[in-house]
């Protein structure tokens, strides 16, 4: 079995910095692709970053600049470092990864997610 915690939310005013973290725990081989999604109230799941098991990064326009996705192999854990917060950020942020089990079963997982709420 395979989960994904979350931590790192919370309330902050605009021009603020939080930094989220996602570990990755149970039966796990490997680890392909770690990322974070986030959705906002009435509107879908989006994805803003992800980071491929060499550290190769994707980051959606509307943050670059103001997020870093990094990633720590031999934790199994995917931080998001994210600055200069805006109102437009807030939302339940979900940690996303496809992982590889010990018995060679491969499946994309989630974490419950965390709130984050910027006022402005």
């Known amino acids: 079995q395979v989960q994904l915690v979350e931590s790192g939310g919370g309330l902050v005013q605009a021009g603020e910095s939080l930094r989220l973290s996602c570990a990755a725990s149970?039966?796990?081989?490997?680890?392909?692709?770690m990322g974070w999604y986030r959705q906002a109230p009435g509107k879908q799941r989006e994805l803003v970053a992800s980071?491929?098991?060499?550290?190769?990064?994707d980051v959606a326009d509307s943050v670059k600049g103001r997020f870093t996705i990094s990633r720590d192999n031999a934790k199994n854990t995917v931080y998001l470092q994210m600055n200069s917060l805006k109102p437009e950020d807030t939302g339940v942020y979900y940690c996303?990864?496809?992982?590889?089990?010990?018995?060679?079963?491969?499946?994309?997982?989630w974490g419950p997610g965390t709130q984050v709420t910027v006022s402005s």
């Open positions: 980071i491929l098991s060499r550290s190769s990064t």
């Open positions: 149970g039966s796990i081989f490997s680890i392909d692709v």
């Open positions: 996303n990864a496809r992982i590889r089990t010990v018995v060679g079963d491969v499946g994309t997982y």
